[in-house]
């Protein structure tokens, strides 16, 4: 059983839609791609994950201001 892909409307593998997907392979690889992140660690604390570059801005308050 195939699944429609819901940006190029191509069928993609039923196994691929069981693990959450609902793009096909190309479609999700040009996806991933566009998203950017980084994991910055915290001050006495764990990682985190940062997406905005805006909430990068404020973390480092101590060391003066970084672009």
């Known amino acids: 059983?195939?699944?429609v892909c819901r940006k190029c409307q191509r069928e993609f593998d039923s196994r691929?839609?069981?693990v959450g997907y609902v793009t096909c392979l190309p479609?999700?690889?040009v996806e991933a791609k566009g998203?950017?992140?980084?994991i910055v660690p915290m001050h006495k604390s764990n990682y985190?994950?940062?997406t905005d570059r805006r909430?990068?801005?404020g973390i480092n308050n101590k060391g003066g201001f970084y672009r």
């Open 1 to 3: 059983m195939s699944i």
């Open 16 to 18: 691929r839609a069981l």
């Open 27 to 29: 479609c999700g690889e």
């Open 48 to 50: 985190v994950v940062i």
């Open 35 to 38: 998203i950017k992140h980084c």
């Open 55 to 57: 909430d990068l801005m």
